[in-house]
Antibody
Framework: EVQLVESGGGLVQPGRSLKLSCAASGFTFSNYGMAWVRQTPTKGLEWVASISTGGGNTYYRDSVKGRFTISRDNAKNTQYLQMDSLRSEDTATYYCALRDWFPYWGQGTLVTLSS | DIQMTQSPASLSASLEEIVTITCQASQDIGNWLAWYQQKPGKSPQLLIHSATSLADGIPSRFSGSRSGTQYSLKISRLQVEDTGIYYC?????????FGGGTKLELK
């Protein structure tokens, strides 16, 4: 059974950093591209970033480019999202998902920006 | 960015009724479209990919179609468990973009 378990969310001040993790199991992690998608009540669902199987290719939405870094450790079956210079508009539930058609999602981790 | 305009925003329908939700893409996206269902407090679930292909384990009452840049999700006989919010997604070009969602309720 495919499982994706996010962690690392929480309450953080604007301008600070946070690193999300996504632990994967039930499939051959290194064979799949991965992604992060976020959701807010106002903006709905937003694709945030994607990474290729080996980690050599990464893609970001413009609003997070230069601030967020997606990475993965295939030996640990884990992907990450390093979020720096956080802004209030980054408040959201962040989901880890298999890339391409997002056939599997984690349960999400809530990131809240507040001073 | 490609805009995905989803309609209606909300919909109330009766059991066994046929329900159709549409997404209009702002430009040609080919068949690079998916549909998701999300229930309260849960993550989205893939229903349809490649505009018309049923995802694994999804009941056959769900179907997808395409007419030019307009895409439709049809539920042939609405069931109680089909309530929730439905989203479309285009992955033709970055940034991949979702529709605004359609909230489906039982009448």
């Amino acid at each position: 059974e495919v499982q994706l378990v996010e962690s690392g969310g929480g309450l953080v001040q604007p301008g600070r950093s946070l690193k999300l993790s996504c632990a994967a199991s039930g499939f051959t992690f290194s064979n799949y591209g991965m992604a992060w998608v976020r959701q807010t009540p106002t903006k709905g669902l937003e694709w945030v970033a994607s990474i290729s199987t080996g980690g050599g290719n990464t893609y970001y939405r413009d609003s997070v480019k230069g601030r967020f870094t997606i990475s993965r450790d295939n030996a640990k079956n884990t992907q990450y999202l390093q979020m720096d210079s956080l802004r209030s508009e980054d408040t959201a539930t962040y989901y880890c998902a298999l890339r391409d058609w997002f056939p599997y999602w984690g349960q999400g981790t809530l990131v809240t920006l507040s001073s | 960015d490609i805009q995905m305009t989803q309609s209606p925003a909300s919909l109330s329908a009766s059991l066994e009724e046929i329900v159709t939700i549409t997404c209009q893409a702002s430009q040609d996206i080919g068949n690079w479209l998916a549909w998701y269902q999300q229930k309260p407090g849960k993550s989205p679930q893939l229903l349809i990919h490649s505009a018309t292909s049923l995802a694994d384990g999804i009941p056959s009452r769900f179907s997808g179609s395409r007419s030019g840049t307009q895409y439709s999700l049809k539920i042939s006989r609405l069931q109680v468990e089909d309530t929730g919010i439905y989203y479309c997604l285009q992955r033709y070009s970055n940034p991949w973009t979702f529709g605004g969602g359609t909230k489906l309720e039982l009448k």
